[in-house]
């Protein structure tokens, strides 16, 4: 990431980690914890902020009235919302999420208005801000999660069918403002889309069938949000999963930086060692989040669990292998005592990347489970997330 680049990266924080469904309590927490994240690590000039917004958040801010002093805020605390995150259509926080976040999925007309509400939204605030900004991107659910009937042609031809439709509104945009908004697939574990395979053969099947002009304008509007710790949990090389995207000439949008848990049980030397990793491997199960699980095993397979607590229950007392966890923990950290990290795949997929000439790279930090991390391994949030800015500056300097 050292070589030289005509635009500077982007770098932000994902607000999703903060809890609040409407409007107040997001402009709420902003004031609360974003400006501090500011004062500690952007003091001086502004900084980005990947925004989330609940369904109902946006719904409140459709009312212009709304929509303009938000942005006047934003702008007079020289927070920039290059970014949003369009994955988590509720709320976030409820006691138990688990597959809620995958509903709406993009089969489903509440996603198409609730993207395109977004995507409007972030025009606005984008032309209220003192610096121009003409590229932004907004992340999306891998069309959602299959169901107990599994994924039909038909299911996936209507979640082409609307995306390509999406495509058009924003191709107006862009017609009108100058303001380039690319809504970016994300593919996570388990989902219908859960690895770059999946998402070249998706935009070859049901994206780029149209003539060349739609063609053009679908890979100018939608690419993908390469999440580093879900492309991690499905034991994809950093290099190997960009490497598919640029041969389909696919655009990356964005990149999440995000770090999984890692639980190597070969390295363990005997049975009280690995007993005892097991153990604080039990101690990242809890209900909120669906944490899925993939385990390498020793012939090379892969075998993945929905969640946590079922890969520990298939298990047993005798696990084996090298278990890879979705549960995003702190970037800085190496290790959790015991537990590893995928750390080491952050700057794995830095050294891959392929700077673009007319635009900056977007990268949006999004640890969002510093709340239900085990209790030994909480700090104050603002404090957690201001020191994952600064690690991650340091990171691009390498």
């Given at each position: 990431?050292?070589?030289?680049?005509?635009?500077?990266p982007?770098?932000?924080?994902?607000?999703?980690?903060?809890?609040?469904?409407?409007?107040?309590?997001?402009?709420?927490?902003?004031?609360?914890?974003?400006?501090?994240?500011?004062?500690?690590?952007?003091?001086?000039?502004?900084?980005?902020?990947?925004?989330?917004?609940?369904?109902?958040?946006?719904?409140?801010?459709?009312d212009?009235?709304?929509l303009?002093?938000?942005?006047?805020?934003?702008?007079q605390?020289?927070?920039?919302?290059?970014?949003?995150?369009?994955?988590?259509?509720?709320?976030?926080?409820?006691?138990?999420?688990?597959?809620?976040?995958?509903?709406?999925?993009?089969?489903?007309?509440?996603?198409?208005?609730?993207?395109?509400?977004?995507?409007?939204?972030?025009?606005?605030?984008?032309?209220?801000?003192?610096?121009?900004?003409?590229?932004?991107?907004?992340?999306?659910?891998?069309?959602?999660?299959?169901?107990?009937?599994?994924?039909?042609?038909?299911?996936m031809?209507?979640?082409?069918?609307?995306?390509?439709?999406?495509?058009?509104?924003?191709?107006?945009?862009?017609?009108?403002?100058?303001?380039?908004?690319?809504?970016?697939?994300?593919?996570?574990p388990?989902?219908?889309?859960?690895?770059?395979?999946?998402?070249?053969?998706?935009?070859?099947?049901?994206?780029l069938t149209?003539?060349?002009?739609?063609?053009?304008?679908?890979?100018?509007?939608?690419?993908?949000?390469?999440?580093?710790?879900?492309s991690?949990?499905?034991f994809e090389g950093?290099?190997?999963?960009?490497?598919?995207?640029?041969q389909?000439?696919?655009?990356?949008?964005?990149?999440?930086?995000?770090?999984?848990?890692?639980?190597?049980?070969?390295?363990?030397k005997?049975?009280?060692?690995r007993k005892?990793l097991?153990?604080?491997?039990?101690?990242?199960?809890?209900?909120?989040?669906?944490?899925?699980?993939?385990?390498?095993?020793l012939?090379?397979?892969?075998?993945?669990?929905q969640?946590?607590?079922?890969?520990?229950?298939d298990?047993?007392?005798?696990?084996?292998?090298?278990?890879?966890?979705?549960?995003?923990?702190?970037?800085?950290?190496?290790?959790?005592?015991?537990?590893?990290?995928t750390?080491?795949?952050?700057?794995?997929?830095?050294?891959?990347?392929?700077r673009?000439?007319?635009?900056?790279?977007?990268?949006?930090?999004?640890?969002?489970?510093?709340?239900?991390?085990?209790?030994?391994?909480?700090?104050?949030?603002?404090?957690g997330?201001?020191q994952?800015?600064?690690?991650?500056?340091?990171?691009?300097?390498?």
């Amino acid at each position: 990431m050292s070589q030289p680049n005509r635009l500077q990266p982007v770098i932000g924080y994902c607000t999703n980690v903060h809890a609040g469904v409407n409007l107040s309590e997001v402009q709420e927490n902003l004031n609360r914890y974003s400006l501090e994240v500011k004062k500690n690590v952007r003091p001086n000039t502004p900084m980005g902020i990947g925004l989330w917004l609940s369904h109902t958040a946006s719904r409140d801010l459709l009312d212009q009235n709304s929509l303009h002093r938000f942005a006047d805020w934003l702008d007079q605390h020289s927070l920039v919302p290059f970014t949003f995150n369009g994955f988590p259509y509720s709320n976030f926080h409820q006691p138990v999420v688990k597959h809620k976040v995958y509903e709406p999925d993009w089969s489903q007309p509440e996603r198409f208005q609730y993207t395109l509400n977004l995507a409007k939204i972030q025009l606005q605030l984008l032309l209220s801000q003192t610096k121009p900004v003409h590229f932004a991107t907004l992340s999306t659910l891998p069309l959602g999660w299959p169901s107990k009937e599994g994924v039909t042609t038909d299911y996936m031809d209507q979640c082409g069918r609307q995306l390509i439709q999406l495509c058009e509104e924003l191709a107006k945009i862009r017609e009108q403002s100058d303001i380039r908004i690319m809504v970016c697939l994300e593919p996570e574990p388990g989902c219908v889309l859960d690895t770059a395979k999946d998402v070249c053969q998706f935009f070859e099947e049901q994206l780029l069938t149209g003539d060349a002009d739609q063609s053009e304008r679908i890979r100018n509007h939608i690419g993908v949000c390469h999440d580093v710790c879900h492309s991690s949990v499905m034991f994809e090389g950093q290099d190997d999963a960009l490497s598919q995207y640029r041969q389909h000439n696919i655009d990356i949008g964005k990149f999440q930086i995000s770090s999984a848990i890692e639980a190597d049980f070969e390295r363990c030397k005997d049975a009280t060692q690995r007993k005892a990793l097991l153990s604080q491997l039990n101690t990242f199960q809890e209900p909120r989040y669906l944490h899925q699980t993939s385990v390498k095993n020793l012939d090379g397979s892969v075998t993945f669990h929905q969640d946590l607590s079922l890969a520990i229950k298939d298990a047993g007392s005798c696990p084996t292998g090298i278990w890879r966890v979705h549960f995003h923990v702190p970037l800085f950290a190496s290790s959790l005592d015991l537990v590893g990290t995928t750390q080491k795949d952050i700057q794995s997929c830095l050294n891959s990347i392929e700077r673009p000439a007319d635009r900056p790279l977007h990268f949006e930090l999004e640890t969002y489970a510093w709340t239900v991390l085990p209790e030994p391994l909480r700090v104050p949030l603002a404090e957690g997330i201001s020191q994952e800015m600064t690690w991650f500056d340091k990171q691009l300097e390498n």
